[in-house]
């Protein structure tokens, strides 16, 4: 399984929060969390300067995307599911021959409608938005959430 995402994590309470679930998983799947470096922006910046470094970004995720693996595109419009849900879906796709399930987390502006269009599915954990560091460790805090749900654990109440 793999994470990938636009952007260190700053604050050391979301590393801490991050490294306990990066653990926690340890036990169901081998996780990679791999951080790309967004492309900067000046402050206020064109729609144009936006999409071309949205262009630039997707070049980067491509390169990071494993051969035949499943891809779930993190953004606003994507589908939202509860957490029994998420855990079948994820379930369903473990089981469903596909080597490796990445995840993808963009930069402030998104992601470029090419990742979208190469994803396999498109998710949104909220009609609210998050800082992206945020959505980092709420995708973790779900990701074992729903492996604790398959393996009947008492975590999910």
């Known amino acids: 399984m ?3 995402t636009l952007g260190k994590l700053k604050e050391s309470y979301l590393r801490d929060g991050c490294s306990e679930y990066v653990k926690r998983l340890g036990a169901f799947c ?4 791999i951080e790309l470096a967004p492309v900067p922006l000046q ?7 936006i999409c071309s470094a949205l262009q630039k970004e997707a070049k980067l995720i491509e390169k990071k995307l494993s051969k035949n693996g499943y891809v ?3 953004c606003i419009e994507g589908k939202m599911s509860n957490s029994e849900q998420f855990a079948k879906q994820i379930s369903d796709i473990t089981i469903s021959g596909r080597s490796t399930i990445n995840f993808i ?4 502006y998104g992601l470029d409608p090419s990742i979208k269009r190469i ?3 498109e998710f949104s954990m909220s009609q609210m938005t998050f800082t992206h560091q945020m ?3 709420m995708l973790l805090e779900q990701i ?3 492996f604790m749900i398959g393996a009947n654990g008492k975590y999910h109440k």
Not at 105 to 108: A, E, N, Y
């Open 30 to 33: 081998k996780l990679n969390i």
């Open 43 to 49: 402050d206020k910046p064109s729609q144009s300067a």
């Open 119 to 121: 994803s396999d599915m």
């Open 135 to 137: 959505a980092r460790i």
């Open 105 to 108: 987390i963009g930069s402030s």
């Open 144 to 146: 074992y959430r729903a």
């Open 72 to 74: 779930i595109a993190l």
């Open 2 to 4: 793999n994470i990938i």
